[in-house]
């Protein structure tokens, strides 16, 4: 999938990637020396090249700093926050089981 790059309000050059259906990285291009950032998509949108300048620029003011990305690791991936919730209530889990015998229900 392509990355697409933007210019934001303050005249700072971003890429935004899709990371998941919900979850896109904002990540600082060309001398700028923001930290990167991970947005929330909206439900209309799946694709970054679907949406103006001006809405990407509305998510990156809401979008929050990525802690746990390192300059040297691509993904970065937060697990300091946790999980994040999905929108669809499709991460349901079972309850876990405490007795060997599977007979706590």
Known sequence: ??????????GRRWEVRVASKGDWRFEPVSG???PRRRGDVPLYATDPFELSEQELRTILDAAREDAGASPGSPSGDD????????P???DWRPPERKSPFRDDL
């Open 79 to 86: 697990a300091a926050a946790g999980p994040r919730k999905s």
């Open 32 to 34: 700028n020396p923001s």
């Open 88 to 90: 669809f209530h499709d």
């Open 1 to 10: 999938m392509s990355h697409r790059r933007f210019v934001d309000s303050a």
